[in-house]
């Protein structure tokens, strides 16, 4: 039987709100409740998009013919993952392959975690350069998230060519967790993360409940 008395659960998702806009979900968000006719009880109809709040975009995201959510193995979204804590970055900084390799952390088949330690404003925030991308594919990494401390993408990029990090992430299986919270109240590197998203067939993408789970040192 597990003792859930040994571990810590770090909730990383972001609460939502349909009264409430924030960054990273100031997308449509809307509950009418309703009864179910035989037994009286209550039901929601929700009406959103796949991108709301915490979520997990998946290959289809960015290129149609490609796997959507409900055809990559459930294995990709629960596993050992390892938080790579950014510092020393300046403003509007790429986060190269250099940055991510300094402490060592990133295993084969790891969920990689990224968090700039240093708060910068929306407009000023670092991000992934493509060199780093393509650094996590070679490292084997099955899934990456970023909390709201970087951009994925350079910022301001026009189409069609402004999404290159999703390129290389996706096209290479990989998919991409945004808007994590909570990333500064993990007291180890390495934990268990469980991000399950829905199995809707067709989604590009789906909103997860993600945890992380800390084994106490004492046990």
Not at 83 to 96: A, H, S
Not at 141 to 170: F, M, S, Y
Request: proline share 6%; with cysteine.
């Amino acid at each position: 039987m597990l003792d859930l008395s040994k571990y810590r659960i770090v909730d990383l998702s972001m609460r939502c709100s349909p009264r409430r806009q924030r960054e990273g979900w100031n997308r449509r968000l809307e509950l009418k409740r309703s009864r179910i006719p035989y037994d009286n009880t209550i039901m929601h109809e929700i009406n959103t998009v796949s991108h709301i709040g915490t979520h997990v975009e998946g290959p289809s995201h960015y290129l149609a013919r490609l796997k959507d959510i409900s055809q990559l193995p459930i294995e990709i979204f629960i596993g050992e993952a390892a938080l790579l804590r950014l510092t020393g970055m300046k403003p509007n900084q790429e986060v190269k392959s250099t940055d991510l390799a300094k402490d060592g952390r990133i295993r084969r088949g790891d969920i990689a975690l990224l968090r700039v330690e240093d708060p910068f404003a929306q407009e000023e925030r670092p991000y992934l350069s493509v060199d780093g991308a393509k650094w996590l594919v070679k490292k084997g990494v099955k899934l990456i998230g970023i909390d709201r401390t970087l951009h994925l993408e350079k910022p301001g990029a026009k189409a069609p060519n402004n999404l290159p990090v999703h390129d290389v992430l996706l096209r290479n299986g990989i998919p991409i967790i945004e808007f994590l919270e909570n990333l500064d109240k993990l007291r180890r590197e390495r934990f268990i993360l469980i991000a399950l998203p829905l199995r809707i067939v067709g989604l590009d993408a789906s909103p997860v409940r993600a945890i992380a789970i800390q084994r106490i040192r004492n046990f």
